[in-house]
């Protein structure tokens, strides 16, 4: 089954275009967990458990785990295991390395943890990119155009054509994606934006984080990802995450997010 | 200690400017080496023990590792361990993320894994690298001309003042390397690009990837870089992992390269 065929249904399914970041910190986890693995994961379980019905998509982001270790990765892999079948995971990990190297990765990602998506970086350019699209049933979400403020670094210089940098990626994703298995990052900080690559990239599935504690546009950023039917699955972390000590805190804030997304979605 | 003071003591010691890329890959490790994690550590530990007064640094690639997953990152640690503690080491993660998350992938590279260095992606810009440098004693990478030939897709393009993408990453490691722990990627496949980032960076530590397998110009990128009294530290991986079944065999392909490396600066 490819990424497509899993995470449409899960969408329709649970009547969501929520993405939830599981973004592990213990140190903000609520007290009431014990802050080993088996604390940790206890919470994931509980988050996992009380929102599987509200989203399109989970999103843990491996630095997190990376932090806390060898274990930190056991860690990453019970809590994977612990999200039903129906609903597809995407690596937050923004890999990318050579060719040789990069199949390192994408190996790591979808064979070892059984991603069904991953994020990459496309610095390096097309043989960075191509060993994550070899797998052709899993999906790749390459950046574009990220929600921080560092975005006006390097992926909004201008370049020589009066184009930006981003543009050019999001051009080579068009390129790039034969197999149908390639989409987009780009923040909701940048709603304008994002329709702009939405009218170059019509079919491509967009992950749109920035939401929620980085403030990103809500109403404007829905409205120009689902252009042209285009599809795409909006991260929340944080502030789900730890909006109170109790699953019923998380699953409130998670419904809130849901909803919002579908208000925004049905004005638009 | 900072990296500075460990790596220019190394590198005068041990008379080189090679730097041992550690691609731990199961498949091509000699077949005498059990292909489990005891095994593998055995042959990382034969290949220390082998070249250890013949190198400037070691950069484990942490794609090799993580590909055999949590236990891969357990032997990562293992090995960084049997590596003395005169000699600096690089991990090769190419990591950044938005703030928050590139401090934990900076804990988990200078904290837990215990790095001198880490390579860093720039394409996220200044709150993507920022928390790595916020580590003072460590030192940060970050990518600007990589040795590959996806470097032409991003990298290379050209920007709206008649610049480089690579150009302006470089203009922001001078704007960035308040602490002096700012260095820069450059291949060696790209020698004439590395002149013109010494001239703008003149007392930044560059690494120098891309000799052996990648074929780079070694004469030239060595005497671009060493310019204005530049320091750099040139990797060189597969072709001296896998050159033999036995010690002897890493030796000698290391010795060699150490003394290709040292000939062409005496020439330049």
């Known amino acids: 089954m490819t990424f497509r065929e899993k995470f449409t249904p899960a969408a329709e399914k649970n009547n969501s275009w929520l993405c939830l970041g599981l973004d592990l910190d213990p140190e903000k986890v609520p007290e009431k967990f014990r802050k080993n693995t088996k604390g940790l994961l206890e919470f994931c379980g509980m988050v996992v458990e009380a929102t599987k019905d ?57 064979e ?41 670094d390097f992926e909004q210089l201008r370049t020589a054509d009066g184009e930006s940098v981003y543009m050019k990626v999001a051009a080579k994703i068009k390129e790039w994606n034969r197999f149908g298995n390639l989409g987009a990052v780009i923040g909701a900080t940048k709603a304008a934006d994002l329709g702009k690559i939405r009218e170059l990239l019509r079919d491509e599935i967009f992950l749109v984080p920035g939401l929620g504690t980085q403030g990103g546009d809500l109403d404007a950023s829905v409205k120009n990802c689902f252009l042209y039917n285009g599809l795409g699955t909006f991260n929340v972390a944080r502030d789900i995450l730890y909006a109170g000590p109790s699953a019923e805190d998380i699953r409130a804030k998670a419904v809130q997010y849901r909803d919002l997304l579908n208000r925004s979605l049905k004005g638009s």
Chains 1, 2 share one sequence.
């Open 54 to 110: 509200l989203v399109s998509a989970y999103k843990p982001n491996i630095a997190f785990f990376e932090a806390l270790g060898a274990e930190g990765l056991e860690l990453l892999g019970k809590t994977m295991a612990l999200i039903p079948s129906g609903i597809p995971v995407i690596l937050d990990a923004k890999r990318g390395d050579i060719g040789n190297t990069s199949a390192k990765y994408a190996k790591a990602a979808f």
């Open 112 to 152: 070892g943890f059984g991603a069904d998506a991953v994020t990459v970086n496309p610095y390096m350019g097309s043989d960075c990119v191509e060993p994550f699209l070899s797998y052709k049933d899993k999906f790749v979400f390459l950046l574009v155009l990220t929600s921080n403020k560092g975005a006006a």
